[in-house]
């Protein structure tokens, strides 16, 4: 199976940063890879499909980047409501496999 | 705007069974592939396998090939997904997706609520 590493699985930051998440392929996934935000008791919500395809209703500071291995998401400013853990997911494989979830917590 | 609501919560004994369905409404439920999706306590997602409805086609992670069963009924628009042999190593919030593709592997658009599985003797 292929494994996706994110890094860092944790980090804190404050509300107007920038924040970046990466996650990396055991090998290649071309660009099939979704990102996913999810708060504590809930489902997770689509953010990013294929990379870099930001779903409708989804705000523009969060943004999705990369191809083969190496990918990043990034939230350009945070914002409150967006401290969250965060799932990157691959779907050229089966079977599908999800990172281990990068937690985005308050300074 | 599309829905899915999952049976409640189950509270079983190691060796037994459990069915968890997901019932959708507000969309085209055929087309769309079904995807299941755990979630142990404190920990990250596990995909454990999809179905496509109108083809009754399905993938499965081989970790749980031959114990998990998943099917789909068109006519109540409600997919199911069967576990058995449970171990406590088998409780978990269980969510259901509707991928927003045609292919089983679509990235998941849509979720259920979640049903909590807990097995305990």
């Known amino acids: 199976a292929i494994q996706l590493t994110q890094s860092p699985s944790s980090l804190s930051a404050s509300v107007g940063d920038r924040v970046t998440v990466t996650c990396r392929a055991s090998q290649g996934i071309n660009s099939a890879l979704a990102w996913y935000q999810q708060k504590p008791g809930k489902a997770p919500k689509l953010l990013i499909s294929?990379?870099?395809n930001l779903q409708s209703g989804v705000p523009s500071r969060f943004s999705g980047s990369g191809s083969v291995t190496e990918f990043t998401l990034t939230i350009s400013s945070l914002q409150p409501e967006d401290f969250a853990t965060y799932f990157c997911q691959q779907s050229n494989t089966f079977p599908l496999t999800f990172g281990g979830g990068t937690t985005v917590a308050m300074k | 705007q599309v829905q899915l609501v999952q049976s409640g919560a189950e509270v079983k004994k190691p060796g037994s069974s459990v069915k968890v369905s997901c019932k959708a409404s507000g969309g085209t439920f055929s087309r769309y592939p079904i995807t299941w999706v755990r979630q142990a306590p404190g920990q990250g997602l596990e995909w454990m396998g999809g179905i496509i409805p109108v083809f009754g086609t399905t993938n499965y992670a081989q970790k749980f090939q031959g114990r998990v069963t998943i099917t789909a009924d068109e006519s109540t628009s409600t997919a199911y997904i069967e576990v058995t042999s449970l171990t406590s190593e088998d409780t978990a919030v269980y969510y259901c997706?509707?991928?927003?593709?045609?292919?089983?592997?679509?990235?998941?658009?849509?979720w259920g609520e979640g049903t909590l599985v807990s097995v305990s003797s």
């Open positions: 294929d990379a870099s």
């Open positions: 997706g509707r991928g927003g593709g045609v292919v089983v592997a679509a990235a998941v658009d849509y």
